[in-house]
T-cell receptor
């Protein structure tokens, strides 16, 4: 059974600071997604990471994937209030076919002015 | 505009009264899926479908039914709702982007706006 663990689950930080959210998964995977969810809203796709060493960046967010360590990180640089949201990683198990993603529990991020 | 549309957005019902939550996508996606989101548990997959008339169970299918008679629609049916099905439900869709060892792979999921269901 594929398990996906995110940490931290809750994070309160100040604007201007840097921080990293971690996503560990338990079995081999070659495809990892990051999603953002604003309060009361749906999920929005941020990044798709398709191979070992993949790095994607958008604005103040950067995601990376280490398939050997079964670890993805979402790094926030010089945080701003607008990045307050819940962030989910989701893993597509290698060889598992399109039977859906396994999601982490989410990291609830609050960025304070 | 490309979108996944769920209805209703909010629903309060009583135990045992059958209900259907509709989901429709306008992107011609092959793949559709239902998730429920509960505090502290993240998103868990209920059912998914890889094409018309092809459906399969996810992680938490008990108490739910689905059908995929048309490509664009994927309704979620609760025949006899119970209070433990109170949750936030999301429908999602994606393309199937290619065959790799073990099966088809997805493009990123497009999610609907969610249906908040309360069963009393």
């Amino acid at each position: 059974e594929l398990k996906v663990e995110q940490n931290p689950l809750f994070l309160s930080m100040q604007e201007g600071k840097n921080y990293t959210i971690y996503c560990n998964y338990s079995t081999t995977s070659d495809r990892l997604y990051w999603y953002r969810q604003d309060p009361g809203k749906s999920l929005e796709s941020l990044f798709v990471l398709l191979s070992n060493g993949a790095v994607k960046q958008e604005g103040r967010l950067m995601a990376s994937l280490d398939t050997k360590a079964r670890l993805s990180t979402l790094h926030i640089t010089a945080a701003v209030h607008d990045l307050s949201a819940t962030y989910f990683c989701a893993v597509d198990m290698a060889g598992g076919g399109a039977d859906g993603l396994t999601f982490g529990k989410g990291t609830h991020l609050i960025i304070q002015p | 505009e490309a979108q996944v549309t769920q209805n209703p957005r909010y629903l309060i019902t009583v135990t045992g009264k059958k209900l259907t939550v509709t989901c429709s996508q306008n992107m011609n996606h092959e793949y559709m899926s239902w998730y429920r989101q509960d505090p502290g548990l993240g998103l868990r997959q209920i059912y998914y479908s890889m094409n018309v008339e092809v459906t399969d169970k996810g992680d938490v299918p008990e108490g739910y039914k689905v059908s995929r008679k048309e490509k664009r629609n994927f309704p979620l049916i609760l025949e006899s709702p119970s209070p433990n099905q109170t949750s936030l439900y999301f429908c999602a869709s994606s393309r199937l982007v290619g065959w790799q060892t073990g099966g088809w792979r997805n493009s990123p999921l497009h999610f609907g706006n969610g249906t908040r269901l309360t069963v009393t």
